[in-house]
């Protein structure tokens, strides 16, 4: 009997004893095409040598000093590797183990932020329904995907929730996405206004959703709206990049394809690739400064911070990507992609929506096309698209709650960046076996 606490206690998941490039092979010698790079972390795939000679390198050099009292090689050549090519004015990294700890860390500046400039009533965040920040309470405070929230919600902080930019859903007949994308961001102002503009610390936003909605990118202009009116009223841009950032939208920061620069970018999955845990918020030099001449300290810190052999570790994976053109590759193999995917599933009577950039798709499944009506939610349908998937040797990341935190159903696909079109013609062919055999299933049951 295994003594781990799974994430479901009622299924017995297979042992991962090795990887191959783009596949997880089992102990019973079962091999997964992982078309979703575990939740969109694994961008190199599982084997790459390069990184794991550094790892090597580095735990045979150092294996941790203690970021209060050091630094290290590594953590600096990361930092100098992620600020080259920064948005504009992004001057310092602050490094974490993960997604949602970073969320938390940057929640936090943001508010000393304030703090240190004399502002101390801002004490809000505004961020979205629908989105994920994360599964501490703090980062969860701010998501907004109630099924997700729900059991937790009497010990979160206070955040406000505007719509989502999610024109399959939200655009009404007849408005087009400009429209629709300006709606929705004023939403932000009106929230501004409702709770008073200096309470509020800033807007938290998935530069593209992911997780809880399924790869939704923003329409056009909508990125530059809110940052017009973060401006207006003095409120922070903090764009969590957590999932879509470091390439996996076909560029390095998500944000680069909405003309914004944040005030907080954060970044994590790719960045170790699942070689190692780590996490970096990119922090614009107004905030350090801002804090810098205050005080000098970031009122926060984790035994783990800026871990060396991680660092050393992120160092490797980013230098892989950008000696080997790996974004680039994201992008063609990310558009040849969607491409076979419209093919097979634009008439496909459960596939609503086929959507996202790079190699950064969801497909939201609906029980009818037409009326975009969502399966009930007592099937669990993700949850057998993802088991039946695995039987037939495919990792693809589905959701569920896609549509309103409750119902709706999506398939994420977020493989690593160096497949090549024999891998992009199997995740399709696996992927259209998977989805005949579930809903077969389903219409029988
Ligand atoms: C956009 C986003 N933010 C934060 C997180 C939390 O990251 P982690 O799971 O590494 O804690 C996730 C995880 O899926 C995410 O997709």
Avoid at 315 to 336: D, F, H, K, Y
Wanted: contains cysteine.
């Amino acid at each position: 009997m295994s003594h781990v606490f799974p994430r479901f206690s009622n299924i017995e998941f297979p042992v991962a004893v090795k990887g191959d490039g783009p596949y997880i092979i089992d102990r019973e010698g079962n091999r997964y095409l992982d078309a979703c790079g575990g939740a969109g972390i694994s961008c190199l795939g599982h084997s790459e040598p390069a990184v794991i000679k550094a790892i090597q390198d580095q735990v045979a050099k150092l294996e941790f000093a203690y970021a209060m009292f050091y630094t290290s090689e590594p953590a600096e050549l990361l930092a100098d590797d992620l600020v080259s090519d920064a948005p504009a004015g992004m001057t310092r990294v602050l490094y974490g183990c993960g997604g949602s700890e970073q969320m938390d860390g940057t929640l936090k500046m943001a508010r000393q932020y304030f703090v240190d400039i004399g502002q101390p009533r801002r004490t809000r965040f505004i961020a979205r329904r629908q989105s994920y920040h994360g599964a501490t309470l703090g980062s969860l405070s701010v998501s907004g995907h109630f099924k997700r929230r729900e059991i937790y919600a009497p010990l979160l902080a206070d955040a406000e929730h505007i719509s989502p930019c999610y024109a399959y859903r939200g655009r009404r007949d007849g408005e087009t996405e400009m429209d629709y994308g300006l709606r929705v961001a004023d939403e932000l102002e009106e929230a501004l206004l409702r709770v008073g503009p200096e309470t509020v610390i800033g807007f938290v936003a998935e530069t593209i959703v992911g997780a809880t909605a399924g790869c939704v990118p923003p329409t056009p202009g909508y990125f530059k709206r809110v940052r017009e009116i973060c401006d207006k009223y003095g409120a922070l841009l903090i764009m969590d990049e957590v999932m879509c950032g470091l390439g996996r939208t076909g560029a390095r920061w998500a944000c680069w394809q909405e003309g914004v620069t944040p005030d907080l970018l954060v970044v994590a999955k790719g960045l170790g690739a699942g070689y190692q845990p780590i996490s970096a918020t990119l922090v614009s030099d107004k905030i350090f400064e801002a804090i810098n001449g205050a005080r000098g300290t970031f009122m926060h810190g984790h035994s783990y911070q800026a871990h060396a052999v991680a660092c050393a570790a992120a160092l490797a994976v980013q230098r892989v990507i950008r000696e080997r053109n790996l974004i680039a590759n994201a992008q063609t193999q990310g558009e040849s992609l969607m491409r076979l995917l419209e093919d097979r599933f634009r008439n496909h009577p459960h596939v609503g929506d086929i959507r996202g950039r790079g190699l950064f798709i969801g497909l939201e499944l609906t029980q009818d096309r037409e009326t975009k009506e969502p399966f009930d939610p007592a099937l669990n349908l993700w949850l057998k698209v993802m088991l039946k998937g695995m039987e037939f040797g495919l990792m693809c990341y589905p959701g569920g709650g896609t549509a309103d935190g409750t119902k709706g159903d999506h398939v994420l696909l977020a493989p690593p960046f160096n497949i090549n079109s024999g891998h992009v013609e199997e995740i399709v062919e696996k992927l259209a076996h998977t989805f005949d055999s579930v809903f077969k299933q389903v219409s029988l049951s």
